[in-house]
């Protein structure tokens, strides 16, 4: 920890809570707030948040609408690749902060912000601590996911095969669009020597490593904090239920756990929305689709589940839903290639299958249905360390980067 730190500027697209990634940078200022720090919230997409200012936190505010609701597309699109407004007021307010004392932290800006914040902070004297929540950095479509052809991409971001690749989830023209703001992107990280790059898992760590590891003056792992249990395990009565928590979409496995839920004659429920909703209902009217569920209603829906199925087809960085069931001693089906994989012991905690393989699904859900239920939540309350995703312990973890 360097004790001369006494301002943090933190920069996310939103200032409202909007996602996990936004999550986290609330979070962190909040807790930092409340260290003492001077704690000042740039973001691009308004409105402000009262929870900042109410914690004496100082908020920048563009104002500008983010990429999907600007109406004027064309105006929208060009601010995607170089944000001016983004950029000059970076440079503004840097000039009011002394780049010893002060340490800059970045969450999200591809939705509005644009990389041209790197360029106004790089090769500056602040250091400057950037949180991979996505692929952006290194996937043009920021998801190594082939959403034309609905399957995993090994493709080298940028190489001519990447290029001639119809893999975005519009169309070609939309990818040609990202290969241009990857190119961006990557001339404003480049030859930086005052950016340090944190992932949010191993497993996302080293997906991205060949392609981006030599942009940064540090390139490591540092675990978000997840809104979770952290109190004792209570047992509840286990009603059979098979839980799928998520968008409704290809990519996420919707489909799959739908299909397997079916044939297996199993009793299933849905918490959450998507393009797919509709069908799937009509495909499965033996499932129970209950839409978004969020606070506590969610929470009991866990806790009443004999198992949560995480059946994504794409490497999601972590995957919040795994050490939110956990804690709440629920185990977990999981895929292979997903970041809260490390969290699976298979057969005590939970299942690990190969990712996108069905009927590897198939075979860990049967598992599960034979598996002494009572066991695996007690190994779970054993073993199970709530502590470790603090947003306290997270705040001494990054005060160490400082």
């Not at 399957?151 to 040609?176: G, M, T």
């Not at 009217?285 to 806790?303: Q, Y």
Request: with cysteine; proline share 3%; net charge positive.
């Amino acid at each position: 920890m360097n004790d001369k730190i006494k301002n943090i500027i933190i920069y996310n697209d939103y200032a409202f809570l909007c996602g996990g990634a936004s999550k986290v940078a609330f979070d962190g200022a909040i807790a930092l707030a409340k260290k003492g720090y001077n704690v000042t919230f740039f973001s691009g997409t308004g409105p402000v948040n009262s929870t900042l200012t109410t914690q004496g936190i100082r908020c920048v505010c563009l104002e500008q609408p983010d990429l999907l609701s600007d109406k004027n597309k064309i105006r929208a699109a060009l601010r995607g690749l170089w944000n001016i407004k983004a950029y000059r007021q970076t440079k503004k307010l840097l000039k009011q902060y002394n780049g010893q004392e002060t340490i800059i932290l970045v969450h999200c800006y591809s939705k509005t912000l644009s990389s041209s914040i790197f360029a106004a902070m790089k090769n500056t004297d602040f250091k400057v601590i950037y949180t991979l929540h996505d692929y952006f950095a290194a996937c043009p479509n920021g998801g190594f996911y082939d959403y034309h052809h609905q399957k995993l991409c090994n493709v080298a971001p940028l190489s001519l095969e990447c290029i001639f690749k119809n893999c975005d989830s519009r169309s070609y023209l939309q990818k040609l669009y990202r290969l241009l703001r990857q190119v961006i992107i990557r001339l404003c990280l480049r030859n930086s020597n005052n950016i340090y790059a944190y992932n949010v898992s191993e497993m996302s760590k080293k997906l991205m490593e060949p392609y981006v590891a030599h942009f940064f003056k540090v390139y490591d792992t540092l675990l978000n904090p997840v809104d979770i249990n952290r109190s004792e395990i209570v047992d509840m009565p286990d009603n059979g239920t098979y839980l799928y928590i998520g968008r409704l979409s290809k990519e996420k496995g919707a489909d799959d756990f739908c299909k397997v839920i079916t044939e297996l004659g199993l009793q299933g429920e849905v918490l959450g929305d998507g393009y797919m909703a509709e069908d799937l209902k009509r495909a499965y009217p033996n499932i129970s689709f209950k839409g978004w569920v969020d606070g506590n209603a969610k929470i009991e829906e866990v806790r009443k589940a004999k198992c949560v199925i995480f059946p994504s087809k794409v490497h999601e960085t972590y995957g919040l839903i795994v050490p939110e069931s956990l804690s709440y001693g629920i185990p977990c089906i999981v895929p292979t290639g997903c970041g809260a994989t490390s969290l699976i012991e298979n057969g005590k905690n939970g299942f690990v299958y190969k990712m996108g393989d069905y009927e590897d699904l198939k075979k860990k859900v049967i598992l599960m249905m034979n598996s002494d239920t009572s066991k695996l939540k007690q190994y779970i309350k054993d073993t199970f360390r709530a502590k470790d995703f603090s947003v306290d312990v997270y705040i001494d973890r990054l005060e160490k980067s400082f």
